[in-house]
């Protein structure tokens, strides 16, 4: 119990060290790169870490803090114009800026300038910390380095099952990773919550024992490296797995003891589709770890 607490204690002041950087950084470099190397936490998790822990993905917290920011010079000094505003927000144009800024405070930066709210201002942001207890079961598993075959998706998460018959169309043909025989993956590249749409990649894998040999589908080999993971299983449609995902960085993680690996989390897939209702397919999410 007591390991528990200290290794709570010790997530918390990595945070705490995050928030207190981008409270006193704002014009400065508040990257991922950034503010991961400051946590002292692998960049492709970040993202996950950070919103499951402080409730709101990294880039809309500092957006808050800026735009709070801008409401207390905007209503405090007459010298600042609305550009002022939106250029030291970080915005490109006055419009985005006001737009945002109406978002997040109920009135536009000059209405705000006339006539404050600040109850509105101070109750805007309110982090969820913690706040939920974990229901889950967490395995700690030795993954074994695994050949597969992979096909990248680049482009919206709404677009992946068009990819994914790629894939199929690939396995059929070729007949290097049948589905009844062979583990089938998936490896997210990045986070799609916090991703540009067009700049989201996912991995379409299955599992091989051969080279891949040379096809017009794009289809290439790959190695997920084996070692220590935590594995959660996640029940019901994939459009949904980020219910089960979030709760592993926001409640396990921090009183785990455990340190995340630089590699991104990925999925194995344990039924097939439409041999299983989407409400019951199973899924393993795989968390790699030091």
């Given at each position: 119990m007591q390991a ?179 583990k089938t993956f ?105």
């Amino acid at each position: 119990m007591q390991a528990h607490t200290d290794a709570t204690t010790a997530y918390t002041k990595r945070f705490d060290a995050v928030l207190a950087y981008i409270d006193a950084n704002l014009e400065g470099d508040l990257s991922v790169d950034a503010l991961s190397r400051i946590a002292n936490f692998s960049k492709f998790h970040f993202h996950r870490q950070f919103a499951a822990y402080v409730g709101v993905p990294v880039a809309r917290y500092v957006q808050l803090l800026r735009l709070r920011r801008a409401a207390r010079s905007l209503a405090s000094q007459a010298s600042c114009s609305v550009l002022d505003a939106a250029l030291d927000a970080g915005f490109d144009s006055p419009e985005a800026f006001s737009r945002a800024f109406k978002r997040a405070f109920g009135a536009s930066p000059s209405a705000f300038r006339r006539h404050p709210k600040w109850q509105i201002w101070g109750a805007n942001f309110v982090v969820p910390y913690l706040s939920r207890k974990l229901t889950m079961q967490v395995q700690i598993v030795d993954f074994s380095e695994t050949r597969v075959a992979a096909l990248e998706h680049c482009g919206p998460p709404g677009l992946v099952n068009e990819s994914v018959r790629r894939f199929i169309e690939w396995r059929m043909q070729s007949g290097q990773s049948p589905v009844s025989s062979s583990k089938t993956f998936g490896i997210p590249r990045n986070n799609p919550d916090t991703t540009p749409a067009e700049e989201f990649r996912f991995d379409i894998c299955g599992e091989i024992d051969e080279p891949v040999a040379s096809n017009v589908h794009g289809v290439r080999e790959l190695l997920i490296p084996g070692g220590r993971c935590a594995v959660v299983r996640h029940t019901g449609s994939t459009d949904h797995i980020s219910e089960t995902i979030y709760p592993i960085y926001r409640d396990w993680l921090p009183s785990s003891g455990e340190e995340l690996r630089d590699h991104p989390l990925f999925f194995q897939y344990l039924s097939v589709y439409p041999e299983t209702a989407l409400d019951q397919w199973q899924t393993d999410i795989y968390v790699p770890l030091v």
